[in-house]
C-alpha cells in the first residue's frame, strides 16, 4: 500500500475529534480532475469532520490495474470514501474489497456521471434506468465488505425526471440494503449537454429531494448541488440528513472552513495556518519526485475575495511548475499578497 507523509493533524485525532458526529452530514463531492489525495489532505485540514471522496475509478481498473496508484491515499484523509463505477455486480464487489483492503471507510458507486465515456460504459447516470442491476450491485458490494456501501445518484434523466421515478429508484435500492444516498438535485441530459453543462443547466429542484427524505424516513440522504456556503447548508440540514458540496470546495476551499465553524463549532483557522499545516506533507512529496504544481494547484483559490488574493494566485500560478519549486514559491506568493494588502 502506498505510505504518505500525514500533515500535522493525524487520522486518530481526526476520528477521535468526530465522534458521535452524523457520519454524513457533511461531504465533499467527488469531482474528476480534483478530488485525487493532495486535494483530500488540504480539504482535511479545512474540515475535520468533512466526509472525503474520491474522483470516481472504475471497478475494472482497480480490479486489474496499478492499484497503489489508483488507491493509495493518507492517513491523514479519513474518513475518506472511495467512489466506484461500474455495472457488474462481480467486478464491484471485487473491487469494493480492494478499496476495503486498502483502508476506505465506504464504497459509493456512481450512478450520476453522464459523460460520454461514462455512457459507453454503461455506469453512471445511465444506470438510473436500471434500478434493479444498482440493487444488484448495491446488494453484492454489501455481501462483499463490512464498511457502508453508499450510492450518489441525479434526481432523474432525460425525460425519465417524475417524481416517481426517482422514488422507484430509491424503493428498488433500499430494497438492496442500501441505507445511505446522495443526491444531486439536478436531472442529467445523457445527450447534448456536456459534463460541465450538466452540473450548470437542468434546474435544481431540493425540495424533490426533501420529498424523498419525507417518504424514506430511515434512509439518510444526503443533498448536493448548489450548496455554497454555511446558510445554504443550515436551511437543508433542516429537511435532509447531510450536505455535499462539490465546486464551490474547488473555487473557494475556505468555504469548508466555515462549514466546519457553522456545523460543529469548531475555531475558525487562519489561512496562513492551514497554508503551513500543509508543508511536511508537500516536503515529502517532493521528495518522492511529484511536482510542486499538482499539490499547490488546491490552493490557488484559499485567499478567494480577500485583499491580495489575486497577486497570490498570479505568484503561484507562474512559479509554482518551476523545476526547484517548492514550499518556498507558497511563502513567496504570501509575501506578494501581503504586500498588495497593504498598498490597498
Not at 445518484?153 to 430494497?175: K, M, S
Request: aromatic residues 6%.
Amino acid at each position: 500500500m502506498d505510505s504518505r507523509t500525514a500533515p500535522a493533524a493525524t487520522s486518530k485525532a481526526l476520528a477521535e475529534g468526530a465522534a458521535g458526529v452524523a457520519p454524513w452530514r457533511f461531504c465533499v463531492a467527488p469531482m474528476m480532475d480534483w478530488t485525487y489525495t493532495h486535494c483530500r489532505v488540504f480539504h482535511r485540514l479545512l474540515a475535520p469532520h468533512a466526509r472525503l471522496y474520491t474522483e470516481m475509478v472504475h471497478a475494472h481498473a482497480v480490479v486489474r490495474g496499478d492499484r497503489v496508484r489508483l488507491l493509495g491515499f493518507d492517513p491523514s484523509e479519513h474518513p475518506v470514501a472511495l467512489q466506484l463505477g461500474g455495472h457488474e455486480p462481480a467486478e464491484l464487489a471485487a473491487a469494493a474489497r480492494t478499496g476495503v483492503d486498502y483502508g476506505y471507510d465506504e464504497i459509493n458507486l456512481n450512478v450520476g456521471c453522464p459523460s460520454d465515456r461514462v455512457q459507453s460504459g454503461r455506469f453512471g447516470a445511465c444506470l438510473m434506468r436500471e434500478p434493479a442491476l444498482v440493487a444488484d450491485c448495491v446488494a453484492a458490494m454489501r455481501a462483499a465488505v463490512n464498511v457502508p456501501v453508499t450510492v450518489k445518484c441525479r434526481i432523474g434523466v432525460d425525460d425519465q425526471d417524475d417524481y416517481e421515478d426517482l422514488h422507484r429508484f430509491a424503493q428498488t435500492v433500499t430494497g438492496a440494503g442500501l441505507e445511505v444516498l446522495i443526491v444531486h438535485a439536478r436531472k442529467a441530459w445523457l445527450h447534448g449537454l456536456s459534463p460541465k453543462e450538466n452540473r450548470e443547466i437542468p434546474p435544481l429542484d431540493h425540495p424533490r429531494v426533501y420529498r424523498l427524505k419525507q417518504e424514506f424516513p430511515r434512509l439518510t440522504v444526503v443533498i448536493n448541488g448548489g450548496i455554497v456556503d454555511a446558510e445554504s447548508a443550515r436551511t437543508h440540514l433542516h429537511q435532509v440528513d447531510g450536505v455535499m458540496l462539490g465546486r464551490a470546495a474547488y473555487h473557494d476551499p475556505y468555504v469548508l472552513a466555515r462549514l466546519e465553524q457553522a456545523l460543529f463549532g469548531a475555531p475558525l483557522p487562519e489561512r496562513e495556518t492551514i497554508l503551513h499545516a500543509m508543508r511536511s506533507y508537500i516536503d515529502a512529496q517532493l521528495a518522492r519526485g511529484e511536482a510542486l504544481h499538482h499539490i499547490a494547484r488546491h490552493v490557488l483559490g484559499l485567499y478567494l475575495g480577500e485583499p491580495g488574493a489575486r497577486a497570490f494566485r498570479r505568484h503561484l500560478s507562474e512559479h509554482m511548475r518551476a523545476a526547484k519549486a517548492d514550499f518556498r514559491t507558497l511563502e513567496a506568493a504570501l509575501d506578494c499578497l501581503r504586500e498588495h494588502a497593504r498598498a490597498a
